[in-house]
T-cell receptor, first 117, second 111 residues
Framework: DVKVTQSSRYLVKRTGEKVFLECVQDMDHENMFWYRQDPGLGLRLIYF???????EKGDIPEGYSVSREKKERFSLILESASTNQTSMYLC????????????????FGSGTQLSVL | AQTVTQSQPEMSVQEAETVTLSCTYDTSESDYYLFWYKQPPSRQMILVIRQEAYKQQNATENRFSVNFQKAAKSFSLKISDSQLGDAAMYFCAYRSNDMRFGAGTRLTVKP
């Protein structure tokens, strides 16, 4: 089975701190994603990476950055955490068929509930 | 950018009955994929069903089926013979390259 592991299930940080959310997948997937989930808003795409060192902005990239130095790891960085970044963060990965579009399903981690105080 | 709309924040169904969850989307592309994911209280996202836009035949997975209307950009999920374990948040999603989700519908199943 594909496993997508997020380093923390719950995290509490203070305003202004630099926060790293780590995600690791074990299936050699090319694509990796970061979403945040808020009640009434569903999952919103923050960043998407289709290969190592490649990244694309999603719908809400402001206040976030990402790093993908190795294929299996995709990190989400909050440079200076703010209270409006309190949310549940979900990481996902998928394989990539040759050509587009991709119909591959996403495999999700269990999520990190981040509270910024 | 593509958008996905789920107009029903909450739905309720009696055990063993049938319920339909609605989803519409907006895109200018002709080739794409549509998904329904389920998220129980464990927070784990579980794929329920997938539909290729180039296929006219509606996808079916056991008690779950979709009504895909490409021209209307509509993709509803029908759950037959509802079970208590079906209670969850359901998310509709669109994929061409990345994947975009709707706001979700919380389904309650009454015994």
């Amino acid at each position: 089975d594909v496993k997508v592991t997020q380093s923390s299930r719950y995290l509490v940080k203070r305003t202004g701190e630099k926060v790293f959310l780590e995600c690791v997948q074990d299936m050699d997937h090319e694509n990796m994603f970061w979403y945040r989930q808020d009640p009434g808003l569903g999952l919103r795409l923050i960043y998407f990476s289709y290969d190592v060192k490649m990244k694309e902005k999603g719908d809400i990239p402001e206040g976030y950055s990402v790093s993908r130095e190795k294929k299996e790891r995709f990190s989400l960085i909050l440079e200076s955490a703010s209270t409006n970044q309190t949310s549940m963060y979900l990481c996902a990965s998928s394989s990539q068929r040759t050509g587009a579009p991709s119909g591959e399903k996403l495999f999700f981690g269990s999520g990190t509930q981040l509270s910024v105080l | 950018a593509q958008t996905v709309t789920q107009s029903q924040p909450e739905m309720s169904v009696q055990e063993a009955e049938t319920v339909t969850l609605s989803c519409t989307y907006d895109t200018s592309e002709s080739d794409y994929y549509l998904f329904w994911y389920k998220q129980p209280p464990s927070r784990q996202m579980i794929l329920v069903i997938r539909q290729e836009a180039y296929k006219q035949q509606n996808a079916t997975e056991n008690r779950f089926s979709v009504n895909f209307q490409k021209a209307a950009k509509s993709f509803s999920l029908k759950i037959s013979d509802s079970q208590l374990g079906d209670a969850a948040m359901y998310f509709c999603a669109y994929r061409s390259n990345d994947m975009r989700f709707g706001a979700g519908t919380r389904l309650t199943v009454k015994p």
